[in-house]
């Protein structure tokens, strides 16, 4: 018999959640950056090997939520809890323990769901600072396994994989197995420009700053070409400047890099990329811009 089954990536923010499901799945689903707060939606990417198929569901970081914005981001992670067969439950080893991470291992019991912890980041600290984690972990929960892991370096990541289909249900394939996300082409495209502003940006701007995609003309694509416009939304004026940039130097950046990832996303040779900014006021607290942005 097969198995197959849902599992959610469940941490704080920055833990190195979309890292993983994309190292996992072998390709670039989920955008990652070293902002906090870098997921908004749950994002699926699934891996189908020999007669398992694991589902895994990315999720935004557990945070307390202040704007409209952040509560839909909660409410991804509240349903993705009820939803799946198998919780990871991943620490950032190099992050103090706190209330925080309190706070998801109360979420992780509420869930009762079955659950697998795993301490990422391992390359960054030294085996002797590992076993205490280890210990100290594994008193706070049951977990089903402990797995210290490298998601970068893919330390482990192979026994984590190994763990998960050990915990999985029985059952037949959910998807075709090459089936990998059910992400649209449309949201990954701003995906990919937002994840470009995140990377280049500081202080409360990676925040505050959404994209909304304008156009995207792919009748030329048979000649190797595909052409995007694009809004990059801010809240203030003077968030505008910085994402402009002195004599536009900062939103070229941001155009270049997001170009060529493009070209690789859309496997073609050229991406005419227009970008323009545009203040939107409060649009983390407006229900209607939410849905336009895709935070849904
Ligand atoms: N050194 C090291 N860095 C890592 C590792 N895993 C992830 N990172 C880095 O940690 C940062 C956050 O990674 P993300 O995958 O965006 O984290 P996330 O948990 O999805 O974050 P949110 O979406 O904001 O909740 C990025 O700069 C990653 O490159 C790891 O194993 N080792
Ligand atoms: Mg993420």
Redesign the pocket.
């Not at 941490?11 to 993983?20: F, H």
């Not at 990652?32 to 997921?39: A, E, F, G, L, M």
């Not at 892991?149 to 370096?153: A, F, K, V, Y």
């Given at each position: 018999m097969s198995k197959a089954g849902f599992v959610a990536l469940i941490?704080?923010?920055?833990?190195?959640?979309?890292?993983?499901l994309n190292r996992l799945v072998g390709q670039k689903i989920?955008i990652?950056?070293?902002?906090?707060?870098?997921?908004r939606n749950r994002i699926l990417g699934v891996l189908t090997r020999g007669d398992a198929q694991i589902i895994f569901v990315?999720t935004?970081?557990v945070h307390r939520p202040t704007y409209r914005m952040n509560k839909r981001m909660m409410n991804m992670v509240y349903s993705a809890l009820k939803e799946v067969d198998l919780l990871i439950h991943?620490v950032d080893v190099t992050e103090r323990y706190g209330k925080g991470e309190q706070y998801v291992i109360d979420l992780i019991k509420t869930a009762e769901k079955p659950a697998l912890l795993v301490l990422?980041?391992?390359?960054?600290i030294s085996k002797g600072k590992l076993l205490p984690l280890i210990d100290f972990f594994s008193h706070q929960h049951d977990y089903r396994e402990i797995i210290p892991?490298?998601?970068?370096?893919g330390i482990n990541v192979d026994v984590l994989l190994q763990k998960i289909i050990e915990n999985l249900p029985e059952s037949e394939f959910l998807f075709p197995s090459e089936y990998v996300t059910d992400q649209q082409q449309r949201f990954m495209i701003a995906e990919i420009i937002r994840e470009q502003v995140l990377q280049m940006t500081r202080e409360e701007l990676p925040y505050s700053t959404a994209v909304q995609l304008d156009a995207v003309d792919e009748n030329r694509r048979t000649e190797g070409f595909v052409s995007i416009n694009a809004s990059i939304i801010v809240e203030k004026e003077n968030q505008k400047k910085i994402v402009v940039g002195h004599a536009g130097q900062m939103i070229k950046a941001i155009g270049t890099a997001a170009r060529l990832e493009l070209q690789k996303l859309l496997g073609v040779p050229k991406v005419f990329l227009g970008l323009n900014v545009r203040v939107v006021e409060h649009w983390r607290d407006r229900e209607e811009i939410l849905n336009e942005v895709g935070v849904s």
């Open positions: 941490g704080r923010p920055n833990v190195g959640k979309s890292t993983l989920s990652v950056s070293d902002k906090p707060q870098t997921t990315d935004p970081g991943m990422n980041k391992v390359d960054l892991l490298s998601s970068t370096e």
